[in-house]
């Protein structure tokens, strides 16, 4: 089974403007991490943003907001006045404390293009 | 402060070859991670260390890859014979240690067996 879902292979935004990208999880692990990260043409994996699963709020780091919804398994990104240099993959991943040692589950990924 | 070193960057070997590649991690992270990524796919753990010993190592295909970290550093991963569906990006990332939630990761190596 998909441990972890990102539905769009390709997202367009207008610079300036803000993007979700989407991201659903499925465990039965009650301790877990959601991670996103951000992978540009060069190749390097990019931490951007974390969650753990008994957080209360919503992670925010600068730009970037996790938008955390527990009982429906989601963990949307969003980015905020988009960026040129925003332009890359983003990678969703998932780390179960528990059932799978502590290893990095990640998904497809969306391909971010932002438009001048 | 310095980021996980990987090389080499880029490599290309024909099928039967064996190739190697090396990690040094974040200065004090007792945990080291070797990933696979296929082109247009997620990375996939292949193996993880803390310090020195293996953690994990349920998704190395073991009849030709193989990983040490003798000194519970750096890291070497090899792939002896390489085949044709070895081409990927490789990834090294580490974390302080397996309960530390972020793994950094370094810049990667890719790989393409003719």
């Known amino acids: 089974a998909q441990k972890i879902t990102q539905t769009q292979p390709g997202m367009f935004v207008q610079e300036k403007e803000a993007v979700t990208l989407d991201c659903t999880y499925d465990?039965?692990?009650?301790?877990?991490?959601l991670f996103w990260y951000k992978q540009p043409s060069s190749g390097e994996m990019i931490f951007l943003i974390y969650?753990?699963?008994?957080?209360?709020q919503n992670a925010t780091e600068g730009r970037y907001s996790l938008n955390f919804q527990k009982a429906r398994k989601s963990a949307n990104l969003v980015i905020s006045a988009s960026q040129l240099g925003d332009s890359a993959m983003y990678f969703c991943?998932?780390?179960?404390?528990?059932?799978?040692?502590?290893?990095?589950?990640f998904g497809q990924g969306t391909e971010l293009s932002v438009k001048p | 402060e310095a980021g996980v070193a990987q090389s080499p960057r880029y490599k290309i070997i024909e099928k039967r070859q064996s190739v190697a590649f090396w990690c040094n991690p974040i200065?004090?992270?007792?945990?080291l991670y070797w990933y696979q990524q296929i082109l247009g796919q997620g990375p996939k753990l292949l193996i993880q260390?803390?310090?020195?010993?293996?953690?994990?190592d349920s998704q190395l295909p073991k009849d030709r890859f193989s990983a040490e970290r003798l000194k519970g550093v750096d890291s070497t991963l090899k792939i002896q014979p390489a085949k044709l569906e070895d081409s990927a990006v490789y990834l090294c990332?580490?974390?302080?240690?397996?309960?530390?939630?972020?793994?950094?990761f370094g810049p990667g190596t890719r790989l393409l067996v003719l």
């Open positions: 260390f803390q310090n020195n010993g293996v953690v994990d």
């Open positions: 200065s004090g992270h007792a945990t």
């Open positions: 969650q753990g699963s008994y957080d209360q």
């Open positions: 990332a580490s974390s302080l240690d397996v309960r530390e939630e972020t793994q950094y």
């Open positions: 465990t039965s692990d009650p301790s877990y991490g």
């Open positions: 991943a998932m780390r179960e404390l528990y059932n799978q040692g502590g290893k990095l589950i």
